[in-house]
């Protein structure tokens, strides 16, 4: 079975609908308005990049990826959009890659920016960051940890939690 051709009733608006939404993704790694006033000002994000500076001196650095999730009963893989903490050293190499799709190493070191809903706090996981070819955005594998997210992305979720988080974020045409 396909995502594609899934059956499935929504929780938040219990409509039936067909193809299951295979990604969701997270606005942004930090909430601009919860930032002080220098911080807001030097805060810089597109689709693919993010930036800030603090007033201690510190520049955090972001970049957009992927976080892939087998869904073995749809032989199908949910992503969620997320953004990676990385170093200055790896948001130049994949800056620096971007547009040629060409990257000076295979992969960097990232912390995942985010909690996963139902899951306990995935806020700061360390992952893989691995480039991709072409405009494809760079896949994030999770370090071994014991945390169920991990085993999550190594054995697969199931179709019933993908339900569940499509719903949260469903926005139902009126
Ligand atoms: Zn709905």
């Not at 903490?85 to 948001?91: D, I, L, P, Q």
Request: proline residues 7%; glycine residues 4%; hydrophobic residues 40%.
């Amino acid at each position: 079975m396909s995502a594609e051709a899934y059956r499935w009733r929504c929780a938040c608006c219990d409509k039936e609908f067909v193809g299951l939404p295979t990604d969701l993704a997270f606005d942004a790694p930090v909430n601009p308005d919860a930032l002080d006033e220098i911080a807001q000002s030097t805060f810089r994000k597109n689709d693919d990049f993010c930036v800030v500076s603090y007033a201690t001196g510190q520049t955090d650095r972001f970049i957009r990826c992927l976080l892939p999730l087998p869904v073995p009963r749809l032989s199908d893989e949910f992503c969620f959009g997320v953004w990676m903490s990385v170093s200055e050293r790896s948001w130049n190499v994949y800056r620096d890659g971007y547009d040629s799709g060409q990257y000076e190493d295979e992969l960097c070191f990232g912390y995942l920016m985010h909690d996963i809903p139902e899951y306990p706090s995935s806020m700061h996981l360390h992952a893989n960051v691995v480039f991709q070819p072409g405009n494809m955005r760079p896949r994030v594998f999770l370090h071994d940890a014991d945390h169920p997210l991990v085993v999550a992305q190594r054995d697969g979720v199931d179709v019933t939690q993908v339900m569940r988080w499509v719903a949260l974020t469903h926005r139902p045409e009126v």
